[in-house]
């Protein structure tokens, strides 16, 4: 909570109560009144409509805000399908022209296969073979270990690993998917910065795919043990449930 404060004071400083601050100000406290996996609305879409008016004296960096918005709101807010593939669309499209205006921008590229991976869930494996999503999601993956591979802990790393084990391998099609490769791109990304909750779990998953099954469920156990963290607690509690429910099917 401490570095949340910090944070919220150092925008205040540089930029003074502009619609931005005060949008970052409901971002940072969106897990207020959370049980759970399951947060408030009130605090994202202040975030959200805040963030929306700031665009024209902040783009670059309110479009970046929204596309977190937008994925927090559909992972841990909404639970209506419809809902959820209206707020992914949103994303989906708010990232295309985002990159598209901001091409060097490793930030917008990773929030925007955020968005984008969440948007192929929930409209389906058909809908998203059709659009294309396996590949553009490499692609930009590629892109942004290119621009900076440090950024999100490693997270273009992540994106790699996560689409080559979740994208089904297809002859002629789709014959690049590989979980050795998934396996290989979720350890750089789990060795680069802190690793996160979730590359923890994509993790354990790949290598158990890989059937190194001793070690996915020890690095699961270890998981389950650690705190929330105070910058993203129910980001947190949904990965550690799932690791629960991994290490009851595996056990």
């Known amino acids: 909570m401490k570095q949340l404060i910090i944070i919220s004071f150092l925008f205040s400083t540089l930029f003074g109560q502009t619609n931005f601050v005060k949008g970052m100000e409901q971002y940072l406290n969106r897990a207020e009144g959370s049980s759970g996996m399951k947060a408030q609305a009130g605090p994202i879409n202040s975030a959200i409509s805040l963030f929306e008016s700031s665009l024209s004296e902040n783009e670059e960096e309110s479009m970046l805000a929204l ?3 937008y994925y927090y709101k559909g992972k841990f807010v909404l639970t209506n399908v419809e809902s959820k593939k209206s707020i992914f ?3 989906k499209d708010l990232g295309e022209s985002s990159i598209e205006k901001y091409p060097k921008s490793a930030s917008l590229r990773y929030w925007y296969l955020a968005n984008l991976g969440s948007w192929s869930e929930v409209y389906g494996i058909l809908t998203a073979a059709k659009d294309g999503v396996s590949d553009i999601m490499k692609t930009q993956a590629e892109e942004i270990i290119s621009l900076d591979p440090y950024y999100w802990n490693g997270g273009g790393y992540f994106m790699l690993g996560a689409v080559h084990f979740k994208s089904p391998y297809i002859p002629f099609i ?4 590989d979980n050795d490769d998934a396996v290989s791109y979720l350890t750089q990304a789990y060795e680069t910065g802190r690793s996160t909750f979730t590359q923890t779990v994509y993790l ?3 290598l158990h795919k890989d059937k190194q099954k001793t070690k996915a469920i020890q690095i699961l156990t270890d998981l389950i043990q650690m705190p929330l963290s105070d910058d993203e607690p129910v ?3 949904e990965q550690q449930s799932l690791a629960k429910d991994l290490l009851n099917d595996w056990e």
């Not at 789709?174 to 998917?177: G, I, N, Q, T, Y």
């Open 235 to 237: 980001e947190d509690f």
């Open 67 to 69: 596309l977190k918005c």
């Open 89 to 91: 669309q949103k994303g």
């Open 204 to 206: 354990a998953r790949a």
């Open 174 to 177: 789709l014959s690049w998917p």
